[in-house]
């Protein structure tokens, strides 16, 4: 069980650019009870894709403070002890990964590239699903491993209905 009830949550994306930044701010928004989420990536781009913007703005999501940023600002010293770690592209699932503070468990939620596709549509509403079904988890009350099959299964069920 975490310590803490509130999880500390990073969604990564090599670009950290487009889904991973709506990860961050579903997570934030919908979890905002239980969850703390941040966003990185293993190779940022240095800026937030304009169509995830305009995605969230439009969905009436805040916008304020969004960055791309470095996996790098996650692990060693005064980096927040993370929870849980999810990959949104298949790069990064695949990528050696630095020393997260904290033992994180770590899930992929695959999600095709609305920057290489444009379809921001579809990368927004599969996550919100995920998401969702994630924060519906009594996350805080569940062991290691419950917590690593049942985000894997939020995983897995999409699959099964798409």
């Not at 670009?15 to 997570?27: D, H, K, M, Q, T």
């Not at 990185?40 to 439009?58: D, F, H, I, T, Y």
């Not at 005064?78 to 990959?87: C, E, H, L, M």
Request: hydrophobic share 45%.
């Amino acid at each position: 069980m975490l310590a803490n009830m509130i999880s500390n949550v990073l969604v990564l994306c090599t670009g950290n650019s487009a889904r991973s930044i709506l990860g961050e701010v579903l997570i934030n928004e919908l979890g905002a009870d239980a969850f703390q989420a941040f966003s990185a990536g293993s190779r940022p781009v240095g800026q937030v894709n304009p169509g995830a913007m305009e995605k969230l703005q439009v969905e009436g999501h805040s916008i304020d403070g969004l960055s791309s940023k470095s996996w790098d600002q996650f692990s060693g010293a005064g980096a927040p002890s993370i929870d849980i770690v999810i990959t949104v592209c298949d790069n990064a699932a695949g990528e050696s990964c630095p020393l997260w503070n904290g033992a994180p468990v770590t899930v992929h939620w695959g999600i095709p590239d609305p920057a290489a596709d444009g379809d921001f549509d579809s990368a927004y509403r599969r996550l919100r699903t995920r998401v969702e079904a994630m924060v519906a988890l009594p996350v805080a009350a569940m062991t290691t491993a419950e917590r690593k099959a049942a985000l894997g299964r939020i995983h897995a069920r999409e699959l099964r209905e798409s």
